[in-house]
């Protein structure tokens, strides 16, 4: 639990964590908590959470992220993704029923709404298809951009309209230019890329190794092509390629947790390249 104290000291702009019930995971709202009362700059969040009902319902997404705003001083990043047609099925393993793709979106984009209407006025008189609310004073009040993790057309659309921030994950550089492009003047656009990082090129080829254990994939994949990866001069090489395309904002996911030195590494070989 010492990472968000010590991702803060690295240089850090924010640090997020999963949601879910899995095995892998504690609860994302109480660690979140926790690590607002043990930092003071560095922005807090879910990697994603879930606006669609099954496993939290919007209204008690909303509450909990806007107290944990309150408890860190607005250092609260509203995170929400879409699960996927594959995760249904482990999901169900808890009991939790996951709708079919169609009624996800439209429940995620009713949650978006009156999130939003919650947030500007501390009310909201909304009649949806699945959500019916009628709030008139809804506390605590908050300050918490909106990010949308979203690859389909209609899930980028939403994010379009309701987000600040849209979250595209794990393009390389040749599929992710026409995608800025597009999009870069109507809305920010946040790249999420995996890192394995190695102190020279002997310790890249383990971490690499253990890498692809972890996610369970071959080097081939095309999300690998996207990852920041090598030495760290590597890594640099890799950014700034990603910043020429305009990309200016990364969410980096280290899979080798609860191991920090990648981590490290990072902060002060790569990102001290960037200050």
Do not use: Q
């Not at 993790?149 to 939403?158: L, V």
């Amino acid at each position: 639990m010492d990472l968000f104290e010590e991702l803060e000291k690295l240089g850090y702009d924010a640090a997020y964590y999963g949601d879910g019930p899995f095995s892998w995971l504690l609860d994302c709202f109480s660690v979140l908590s926790y690590a607002a009362s043990k930092t003071e700059k560095i922005r807090l969040g879910p990697a994603v959470t879930y606006l669609e009902g099954s496993y939290r319902h919007p209204i008690a997404v909303i509450k909990t992220l806007s107290t944990i705003a309150r408890l860190s001083n607005n250092r609260v990043d509203a995170r929400f993704g879409f699960i996927k047609e594959k995760a249904r099925e482990y999901w169900s393993r808890f009991g939790i029923s996951i709708p079919r793709a169609k009624e996800r979106i439209d429940r995620l984009e009713e949650g978006l709404i009156i999130m939003k209407e919650l947030m500007k006025n501390g009310f909201s008189n909304f009649k949806g298809k699945y959500y019916k609310i009628d709030i008139s004073d809804f506390k605590p009040l908050a300050k918490m951009p909106i990010c949308i993790s979203a690859m389909s057309k209609r899930t980028i659309e939403i994010a379009l309209k309701h987000a600040d921030i849209w979250e595209v994950s794990y393009l390389p550089p040749e599929m992710l230019n026409s995608i800025i492009e597009k999009y870069r003047k109507k809305i920010e656009i946040s790249l999420e890329l995996d890192v394995v990082i190695g102190k020279n090129e002997k310790d890249f080829k383990k971490k690499f190794n253990e890498y692809l254990k972890i996610r369970r994939t071959k080097e081939e994949e095309p999300f690998i092509k996207s990852a920041i990866k090598g030495k760290p001069e590597d890594c640099i090489k890799k950014i700034e390629e990603y910043l020429n395309l305009g990309v200016k904002r990364f969410t980096l996911a280290f899979n080798e947790l609860p191991n920090l030195e990648g981590i490290k590494i990072f902060a002060e070989e790569v990102m001290s390249s960037f200050k």
